[in-house]
Structures are given as C-alpha cells and as structure tokens.
C-alpha cells in the first residue's frame, strides 16, 4: 500500500500569513495514463470533509484562489497565501493513483 | 447541487449486521463513481470501498470479505452492507461521489459496542 505523511502534523497560523503542508506519498503517484491523483481536502470542525484540489493543482470551483496546490512524484505541497479565520480545520492529502486509496494523517490548522 | 443523504447507522453488537445507504440527488448517478470513506471518533480518514457505474467494485483489505458495497441506479441509491462488524469498525461513515471524491454526505455514525 501507498503510505502517505504529511507534515507538520500541526500548524498554528497567523491570520494573514501563509502557510504550507508537505504531503510525500511512499512510491511515485504517477499513473500509467500519465496522470497524478493526489488530491487535498479540508475538513472544518463539525464538518464533512470537502475537496479542495484535485490532481495535485486543480482548485474546485467555490474555492478561494488563496488555497494552491503543486508538486510531483512523491512531493506534494498545499500553500494557503493568506491565512483566514474560516480556513481552521483538518487538511488531508489522498492518493487514488494505486488500490488501495490512501489518506493522508491530517494536518491540523488553528489560529495562534 | 448534489446531495447525498446516508442512513441506516446505528448501536450494534460485536458480530452483528448494517446495511448503510445513501440516496443521492444527481439524474446522472448511473454514470457516477461513489465511494464510502469512514472516520473513527477523532482519527482520520479511511478510504473502504468504490464502486463502478457498471457495479464492479473494490474494497479495503480491513473490510473485504465482511463489507460489500452496491449500487441500485434506479433509486439513485449506494449501499453498503456491513457484516461481522467489530468494534475498530466503530466511525462515521461518509457516502461520497466520483473518482475524486467530488461531493460528501453528512455522514452516518455506527458505532460496535456490547
């Protein structure tokens, strides 16, 4: 099975600061058809988790452009440019390039 | 908007059976994905099984064999069957849509206890 880490596990936030969550995965995410499934999600408290970013970039509509995703292979990386109230909550990464899909453990966002 | 409303969660014992469903609001679910993912109180999130439009499906090594997922696309309905649960199956269980896990319900809580 693909494990994927994320780090840190916890991030305390400045609102209107940045922040960023490294995501590795334990093999490459690069699928035969040559695409990259890996995806983040956010998961706010009391909440269902929501989909932020799918295929390693790929913003949802409705989310706000201060939310990017990047990387590739095994090195993934979610920023958030400026950081709001309304942003604490869980974020995971997930792997569906492989059976089984896998999750990320959380990295969890709150405010100082 | 897409909605999925999951049911059919509940207390039950060691050993024992629930079947999950989840009825879901898109006139095009028989072409869609949908997938169950579970939580357990205060931990992350586990992906458990997906199925196809066409019903071939897939499940976690931790439920294969107890757990089935299936489809009926004329009542918009995805079910799954849980049996021989076991206390670590304890969670809530999410029905969720598409190969990149689009849309979320809000979830059915089914807790294994004696």
């Known amino acids: 099975d693909i494990v994927m880490t994320q780090s840190p596990l916890s991030l305390p936030v400045t609102l209107g600061q940045p922040a960023s969550i490294s995501c590795r995965s334990s093999?490459?995410?690069?699928?035969?058809?040559?695409?990259?499934?890996l995806n983040w999600f956010q998961q706010r408290p009391g909440q269902s988790p929501r989909r932020l970013i799918y295929?390693?970039?790929n913003r949802d509509s409705g989310v706000p452009d201060r939310f990017s995703g990047g990387g590739s292979g095994t090195n993934f990386t979610l920023k958030i440019s400026r950081v709001e109230a309304e942003d604490v909550g869980i974020y995971y990464c997930?792997?569906?390039?492989?059976?089984?899909?896998?999750f990320g453990p959380g990295t969890k966002v709150d405010v100082k | 908007q897409v909605q999925l409303v999951e049911s059919g969660g509940g207390v039950v014992q060691p050993g024992g059976s629930l079947r999950l469903s989840c009825e879901v609001s898109?006139?095009?679910?028989?072409?869609?994905?949908m997938q169950w993912v579970r939580q357990a109180p205060g931990k992350g999130l586990e992906w458990v099984a997906f199925?196809?439009?066409?019903?071939?499906?897939e499940h976690a090594d931790s439920v294969k064999g107890r757990f089935t997922i299936s489809r009926d696309n004329s009542k918009n309905t995805l079910y799954l069957q849980m049996n021989s649960l076991r206390a670590e199956d304890t969670a809530m269980y999410y029905c969720?849509?598409?190969?990149?896990?689009?849309?979320w319900g809000q979830g059915t809580m089914v807790t294994v206890s004696s």
């Open positions: 997930m792997q569906n390039t492989r059976w089984p899909f896998t």
């Open positions: 898109l006139f095009t679910f028989s072409r869609y994905v």
């Open positions: 199925i196809r439009n066409d019903g071939s499906n």
């Open positions: 093999q490459s995410l690069v699928h035969s058809d040559g695409n990259t499934y």
């Open positions: 969720v849509s598409g190969y990149y896990f689009d849309y």
């Open positions: 295929k390693v970039s």
